[in-house]
């Protein structure tokens, strides 16, 4: 009897699952710290020796941790100084209420080869043991990524609570097909005029022409870039210009974006815009311009805003003026999105999503990484006698969200046209009709 005992006991040991670790970091990966619960462990407990009668054995088994993996960009860990310690501390914090998780934080590119979305379909089948669970992305890459199943919608992951204090355009941002792809909490790109208020004292006009009209004042843009290009685009929209045909191909109509082009071609010949403007290709470069008090006015971003003017009070901001009445500003963003299937790990996505979405922690967040809040709760924590804030609100409420329509084509074709009638090689008509027929091609 006493071997039969022996026997079951060591049979017993033999078969109880080994404590798995979570799989290192990728070697391309920056990884932050680590936020480990408590070993799990296993306990035997024998029939006690004083009782004469055979007992089994009694054995706990304590779940093994599993690795929760989460993915953020680098652009953000860079974007302030405090903002990446703000953002690794609140996710310990949301951590703690899941002691059965492993969570590891990683650094990842958000766009190009190296980018978080190429690492999402080159791991998935190669490597899924080293692949998040739950990741930051643009909300301009939610298409692609739900296009490729790499996400999970969070219509019933999330309370509906949640989306109802978000700003409009933030939830245009995620919805597809009547499913919301990711949970937007910072709202990028909310286009402005930024002005030197001991020389503008007044408020400047709403129309474009009116506001080009005045030759004591003038205005720094980047021609040459990206942002110039959308400059150019909102003119257009503004005119009445369309980004699709009849047929839903992407287009751009000849008569609206010839009157936006000659706009911004008489600006320039009366030097109201600012003639280094051609030569410039980011907002760094046309604000750098302006502080040195080369330009009046220079066109901005709310982000960039908050960058460089936080605390200064000389510098004064307005809408942009539009072809017949002041421009509707747009805004991108960035959102979490869960790409775990597992429900237990799914469950864990919403809960620190709805953690890090808290009216405020994302408020304190986004005021120290110089972003704007997607819901209102969180502005309205910021300082309210900040005129800045006030302005932000209301522009907020005002904007929509950029337009996949706007796609690499159009944008590039616009910026060709900017740029030509700004560095003065051509005219309004042929710079138009040059974009047109680049789009037909």
């Known amino acids: 009897m006493r071997r039969s005992l022996i026997w079951l006991f060591i049979s017993l040991l033999s078969i109880l699952p080994a404590c798995n670790t979570a799989p290192g970091a990728n070697g391309e990966t920056a990884a932050l710290p680590t936020i480990t619960p408590t070993t799990p462990t296993i306990t035997i407990t024998p029939p006690p020796a004083t009782t004469p009668q055979i007992s089994t054995a009694v054995i706990t088994v304590t779940q093994p941790v599993q690795p929760f993996i989460i993915w953020i960009p680098a652009d953000l860990a860079t974007r302030a100084d ?23 934080i990683e650094q990842k590119a ?12 080159a791991g998935r089948n190669v490597a899924p043991g ?8 643009r909300t301009d890459q939610l298409t692609s990524a739900a296009s490729d199943a790499l996400i999970h919608p969070v219509n019933t992951l999330l309370d509906p609570l ?14 597809q097909d009547n ?9 990028t790109g909310l286009s402005h005029l930024a002005y030197n208020n001991a020389l503008i004292t007044t408020t400047l006009p709403a129309t474009w022409e009116t506001f080009t009209a005045v030759s004591t004042r003038n205005l720094v843009f980047p021609a040459a870039g990206r942002d110039g290009a959308l400059l150019g685009l909102r003119l257009y929209l503004s005119a009445g210009g369309m ?10 109509q000849l008569e609206p974006l010839t009157q936006a082009l000659e706009q911004l071609s008489a600006a320039r010949q009366n030097e109201f815009i600012l003639p280094q403007s051609s030569t410039l290709t980011t907002l760094r470069e046309s604000w750098q311009i302006f502080q040195n008090g080369a330009a009046v006015m220079v066109v901005t971003t709310a982000d960039q805003f908050l960058q460089n003017q936080a605390n200064e009070t000389s510098v004064g901001f307005a809408p942009v003026p539009g072809i017949i009445g002041r421009i509707t500003p747009f805004v991108s963003g960035w959102a979490w999105s869960i790409t775990t299937s597992d429900p237990v790990k799914q469950t864990a996505a919403a809960d620190i999503i709805t953690f890090m979405s808290s009216e405020a922690n994302l408020s304190a967040w986004a005021y120290q990484a110089h972003l704007l809040p997607s819901r209102r709760a969180a502005m309205q924590l910021w300082p309210q006698e900040n005129a800045y804030t006030r302005f932000a609100q ?8 950029f337009p996949g329509a706007a796609n690499s084509a159009i944008i590039n074709a616009m910026g060709n046209a900017v740029f030509d009638v700004v560095s003065l090689t051509k005219s309004a008509q042929v710079a138009a009709e040059e974009a047109v027929a680049a789009l037909q091609q």
């Open 82 to 104: 405090d903002s990446p310690a703000l953002l690794t501390e609140q996710l310990a914090q949301a951590a703690a209420a899941h002691p059965e998780l492993q969570i590891r």
């Open 110 to 121: 958000i766009s190009g080869q190296g980018g978080v979305l190429s690492y999402l379909r």
């Open 130 to 137: 080293i692949m998040p669970d739950l990741i930051i992305l």
């Open 162 to 175: 949640l989306f109802e204090d978000l700003y409009p355009a933030a939830n245009q941002l995620v919805q």
């Open 179 to 187: 499913r919301t792809w990711g949970y937007p909490f910072a709202l």
């Open 243 to 252: 980004l699709v045909n009849e047929a839903g191909q992407p287009d751009l």
């Open 394 to 401: 209301r522009e907020l409420e005002l904007a929509l969200a």
